[in-house]
């Protein structure tokens, strides 16, 4: 064989440098694809705090991501539940369990470094949201109650009392229950104002009590007034055209009256009969009266007689006026 450099100074010159530039090319070294090997996923930890909450509470919930890429590669994160709301990206995020119904919820974390070699790591947080406690039962209390009496009550005339109520448990609805020491509540029970009938009741105290329910307790409330003694004439007693020893007998027993009321005063009014003669109703009246002073011992100052008109029949009225009273008129 040839030697190369023999070989070579044998060849003409142009196909030579042919040879020198293939050999050139030929020679050069290639170039290596950077092929990235997989180094394994990121290490991750994930920590929550707190792990149980009260939705009617304060139900935020901190997670946080501990995580490493192992290539050194910057990492990404994704964040998902199956309840509440998430508010904050990245490696910590806050968890809002507001309003849950009770239960576990489940927050997960995904984390990668943007390799496709499947180097994804999960994790995941359990939160437990408990029921809230009953609110306590609302204190009952009685409201202000307040009963007012009539500024003035006479006998027959009906009186009002009222109950006034502010303040106490609220969203109550009261009940009312009244009930009197005297008289006869003629309407208004069950409401805040009663009528009570006074009929009779000259002299006496009413006292008018009120029971307000709804409270849980008893809410009472109370207001008493006195019907006065209203001095006012009244009539004894009456008779027709009787025997004389008949008419004796009634002037007795008013004269017995008259004496047992110091401070009162008869009135004694004679009707005649329209057909009655000339005086006789003024004879019949000194009788009456000559009876009380001469038999019975009445004073002639402490009753008065009167002629009144003439009726179809005779009429005798024997009243009684106490002291301060105003004296009968003779009826028409």
């Known amino acids: 064989m040839m030697p190369r450099k023999s070989f070579l100074f044998g060849l003409a010159p142009a196909l030579v440098m ?22 394994g996923p990121p290490t991750l930890t994930l920590a929550a705090e ?11 919930v901190q997670l946080m991501a501990r995580a490493s890429s192992a290539a050194g590669r910057p990492l990404r994160y994704k964040w998902t539940t199956n309840g509440g709301r998430l508010s904050g990206q ?18 997960v974390v995904e984390v990668d470094d943007g390799r496709y070699l499947d180097c994804v790591a999960f994790s995941s947080a359990s939160i437990v949201v408990a029921d809230c406690p009953p609110p306590p039962p609302l204190a009952r209390v009685c409201p202000n ?3 007012s009496c009539p500024d003035a009550a006479s006998e027959g005339q009906p009186a009002t009392f009222s109950a006034t109520i502010s303040g106490g448990s609220g969203g109550t609805r009261p009940t009312y229950n009244w009930t009197v020491s005297a008289g006869r509540i003629t309407s208004g029970q069950g409401t805040s104002s009663i ?35 209203v001095n006012k004439p009244r009539k004894f007693d009456e008779y027709y055209d009787i025997a004389r020893n008949d008419e004796k ?3 007795d027993n008013y004269a017995i009256q008259l004496q047992g009321e110091p401070g009162s005063h008869g009135y004694i ?10 005086n006789e109703a003024q004879a019949r009246a000194r009788r009456i009266s000559d009876y009380l002073v001469n038999s019975r011992g009445i004073d002639a100052s402490r009753f008065t007689l009167t002629i009144a ?11 009684i006026v106490p002291a301060g009273a105003t004296p009968p008129t003779p009826s028409r």
């Open 269 to 278: 009014f004679v009707y005649p009969s329209s057909k009655a003669r000339a």
């Open 195 to 229: 009528t009570v009938d006074t009929a009779g009741l000259a002299g006496q105290t009413i006292r008018a009590d009120l029971e307000l329910g709804g409270y849980g307790m008893r809410c009472p409330a109370t207001c008493a007034i006195s019907i006065p003694v």
């Open 90 to 107: 990245g490696a910590g995020t806050t968890w809002d369990l507001s309003g849950a119904q009770p239960g576990i919820y489940q927050a």
């Open 249 to 251: 007998a009634r002037l």
């Open 145 to 147: 109650v307040s009963v």
């Open 18 to 39: 042919a040879v020198l530039v293939f050999a050139s090319v030929d020679a050069k070294p290639k170039k290596k694809r950077n092929v990235e090997r997989a180094s």
């Open 309 to 319: 008109a003439a009726r179809e029949d005779w009429l005798f009225e024997l009243w």
């Open 50 to 60: 707190p792990t149980t909450v009260r939705a009617c509470d304060d139900a935020r």
